[in-house]
């Protein structure tokens, strides 16, 4: 009798164990799957979370021209970088963004190093002129990139999408275009760059542009000229007013 209630205990005690056991490992798999369903969510919201900073940063940072959007990469563009190492044209014109707004302290450092700070193309954004000896390391911590101008940028939308004006078509099929230089840009330096792409040309007006007619092969040859800094259709012709 006594063995047999023995065999009874040694029995209860193992069942008992035994569902020990299976309840610790539902409750272990319980709470594995609750880990899981956590993390899921926490990686969620973390990348949530890196995708409003990254919209809020390309938003803050995109730069709007007349012919591209864009978003840059922070640092100095290869391209300027070389354009710098080879011109023999200084002021070389380009487009810095900056890390915010600059204040008048910022403009004195970026003129000291080099950079001149022009036109305000929009957010923290300019048109820059850079001289021969710019230090762009020096003034890394204000600059978020640097980088050339495309011959797009310096191009009115149409003309750079080769919606030309009737008007603007001349009796050989060249086009009647306008050239802006830069104002520190010489009459002999100006004429010396258009008579190189253009058989017709002459000054107009007295904001150092030029009327010229030129082929659709060769107005982003000229646009590419560093001197040069806008290209439009023009001088409109003459047209008198209707009773």
Not at 94 to 109: A, C, F, N, S
Not at 195 to 216: L, T, V
Request: charged residues 20%; hydrophobic residues 40%.
């Amino acid at each position: 009798m006594k063995i047999q209630e023995k065999f009874c205990n040694d029995n209860y005690s193992l069942y008992n164990t035994r569902l020990s056991i299976i309840v610790y490992y539902k409750h272990m798999k319980y709470l594995l799957l609750l880990s899981v369903f956590f993390s899921c969510i926490y990686l969620n919201l973390i990348l949530n979370i890196n995708t409003a900073v990254c919209a809020a940063e390309e938003s803050e940072y995109v730069i709007v021209l007349q012919n591209r959007h864009f978003v840059p990469e922070r640092g100095i563009d290869s391209h300027l970088k070389e354009k710098l190492a080879v011109s023999n044209t200084f002021p070389l014109y380009g487009i810095v963004q900056l890390k915010q707004r600059p204040t008048t302290e910022d403009r004195v450092t970026l003129s000291n190093a080099g950079i001149q700070l022009m036109q305000y193309l929009g957010g923290t954004t300019y048109l820059a002129g850079f001289t021969k000896d710019v230090r762009l390391d020096a003034v890394s911590y204000i600059l978020r990139w640097a980088g050339p101008l495309l011959p797009q940028d310096k191009m009115e939308k149409a003309l750079w999408e080769g919606k030309i004006e009737d008007w603007a078509i001349t009796e050989n099929g060249n086009i009647m275009v306008l050239v802006y230089f830069y104002k520190n840009v010489k009459p002999a330096d100006a004429e010396s760059v258009v008579s190189r792409y253009a058989d017709i040309f002459k000054p107009h007006g007295p904001s150092n542009a030029w009327a010229i007619e030129i082929s659709r092969e060769s107005i982003v040859k000229l646009a590419d000229e560093e001197i040069v800094k806008w290209l439009e259709q023009g001088p409109l012709p003459f047209m008198p007013l209707l009773n």
